[in-house]
């Protein structure tokens, strides 16, 4: 198993992750007033309404729109020596420094500790009736799985088809999907956990909550 503990200091060392942006489309870029070090915001409200910072902003067919931070964060660098100049889509203009939240560093942890059973195809997920009720009484924790299992409906093209499991015997620890939306292929669709790795995996996750510092 994943020694847990060397991947929560690990985690500590660099509690952020760097992402790099991208321009959507062809066009000129040009840049508000930001420089490397600025903070800021990402995507808010409860709809996710709220655009985030305006890093960039790109002009095509006199058509201008504004490149906005997905996630809070600083800027590391702004690739500013682009201004004024047609690009291509995919050209990287910036890089910020997202820091991340205690739900993230537990997301991380547990998709490295868990097994995570993919989904077979792209399509809509859902549990089974039964196992469908035991989840919205008792949570997921309750749903113990084995091999073989029949436990998601797989709704596809108005076609649907049972999905069976396949996988170590465990308790599903996390749950992945949506059921009104498509997951990729290969995505995970929910992680399960050995019982007896549960108390491990359940005593590091109180760890993160309690130590975890988050940064704005």
Known sequence: MLDITKLLEELKASPYE???IYTPHTGVVTFPELKPGDSVAGVSGTYKEKPGTTLA???RERNKKSINAQESGEIVA???ELEGQ???AGQQIATLRHYLSKDEVISIILKQTLYLFPAPERAK???????????KASGASAVTVRPGMELLIMSRMKRESPVFYEGPEGVIYAVYFQPNENVDVGEPLFGVCPPDQ????????VRVQTEWMERQ
């Open 86 to 88: 047609f690009v291509e």
């Open 57 to 59: 902003y790109i002009e």
């Open 125 to 135: 997920y859902y549990f089974t009736p039964d196992i469908d009720q035991k989840v």
């Open 18 to 20: 760097e992402q790099a």
């Open 78 to 80: 702004l690739n500013t």
């Open 198 to 205: 549960l108390s491990q995996i359940e005593d590091v996750v």
